[in-house]
């Protein structure tokens, strides 16, 4: 959402915001109840429907936000795969599938499928198509398995 627009309608309607602030901590401060909590959604949503602003809006503000921090947690998790493969760990699972645990980040796949489970710092991503990093990643986590147990 533009900064701009914001400000705009900040100036042109300072008077109704200060009231229905006004309005708001009045409800807050006296009303001890749900129904305190159900004015209070009602005056944001009439402020917010007198403002133009649309929940369409809102949607696409919000599943944009989510995307951004999305994509922005899978580049992270990518770079610390990267740097997290040389102690990488290969464990095979009894039901056929595969578990690499690092410090921070677990993949769970199953041998000749084409994508893993994410799991990055406890907080699962979903599922991931197996790229030329996750990839180095598992072939890493083999030989780091292997030699330990040659060893």
Do not use: H
């Not at 749900?34 to 403002?51: E, F, G, M, R, T």
């Amino acid at each position: 959402m533009d900064w701009q627009v914001w400000s705009e309608f900040f100036r042109q309607n300072w008077l109704i915001i200060l009231v229905a602030l006004i309005i708001l901590f009045m409800v807050i401060n006296l009303v001890k109840t749900v129904i305190k909590w159900l004015i209070v959604i009602i005056i944001v949503a009439a402020v917010c429907i007198y403002s133009g602003i649309s929940i369409d809006q809102i949607r696409d503000t919000v599943s944009g936000v989510t995307g951004q921090t999305v994509a922005a947690l899978q580049e992270q998790a990518m770079d610390v795969m990267k740097d997290e493969a040389k102690s990488a760990r290969f464990i095979q699972n009894g039901d056929g599938t595969y578990t690499i645990k690092t410090d921070t980040i677990e993949l769970k796949g199953t041998p000749g499928a084409g994508k893993v489970g994410v799991t990055f710092r406890g907080v699962p991503l979903g599922e991931w198509e197996i790229n030329s990093t996750i990839r180095s990643v598992i072939d890493q986590a083999k030989k780091n398995t292997a030699a330990g147990a040659s060893s």
